[in-house]
């Protein structure tokens, strides 16, 4: 009686070496028996990649026995990480200057695939007039975080401080939404105004009416009233 020797390949979306112990590419059924386990060793990483395969294909066999039907077999490793992505601000904007604004997005373990974030956006200050901003942002696969930039707009409206809300949600990826969810971004403004009156129409009897005019130096976002 003699062995048998079994000569396999092995593919799948699990990588050797990181996710699992590599396979030898060979096992031997010994005499008299009828089966070998090839054993897999798996790799706990800390890595966010959702289920992944070992696929072993036969190729060739030695010994007084030839291949067979089912040559093919798919083993899965299931996954036990996860995380979740917050935001933050981290630098303000500033019409002085035209200082962009910006943004943290942070994952809290790296994920082997991209995490596309769609952000929405609130706040009192308006896109395109106040601040330009990306629809989206990514952090790329194996990396933590990624920075949302708002371009700030130095217009000439006296408007004082205005905001900018950002919110995320997860658009592909294997990861979830954590807290928070929402950060505020502050645009500070630049402009100032002073205001002043002069009089431009004397009045005179009978019925010529005097006028003086109020005058504004910038234009401002409201009303400004005065007493």
């Known amino acids: 009686a003699t062995a048998t020797t079994v000569t396999y390949t092995v593919a799948g979306s699990a990588t050797a070496g990181t996710d699992y112990t590599a396979l030898a590419g060979t096992a031997n059924i010994p005499a008299l ?3 070998f386990d090839i ?7 800390v890595v966010v990649e959702g289920p992944e395969t070992i696929a072993v294909t036969v190729t060739n066999v030695t010994g007084p026995v030839t291949l067979g039907v089912t040559l093919n077999a798919l083993n899965t490793i299931a ?3 996860n995380a979740t992505v917050s935001i933050a601000n981290t630098v303000n904007g500033d019409e002085a200057g035209a200082a962009s604004g910006t943004l943290t997005v942070t994952q809290t ?7 596309v ?5 609130g706040g009192s200050a308006t896109n395109a007039t106040d601040y330009g901003r990306p629809a989206s942002v990514t952090i790329p696969a194996g990396l933590l975080s990624a920075t949302i ?11 004082g401080a205005e905001t900018v809300d950002v919110t995320i949600s997860i658009t592909s ?6 807290a928070p969810a929402i950060a ?4 500070a403004d630049n402009d100032v105004a002073d205001v002043s009156i002069s009089n431009t129409l004397d009045g005179a009897e009978p019925a010529t009416n005097g006028s003086l005019t109020v005058s504004q130096t910038a234009v401002s976002v409201s009303d400004t009233v005065m007493s």
């Open 33 to 35: 028996s009828t089966s």
């Open 39 to 45: 054993a897999v060793a798996v790799i706990d990483d």
């Open 79 to 81: 996954d036990n990480d």
């Open 109 to 115: 373990l790296a994920s082997a695939t991209d995490t």
């Open 117 to 121: 974030i769609a952000l929405a956006y």
């Open 149 to 159: 930039t708002l371009t700030v707009v130095d217009d000439a409206l006296v408007e």
């Open 173 to 178: 990826g294997l990861v979830a939404v954590g």
């Open 184 to 187: 505020t971004n502050p645009i």
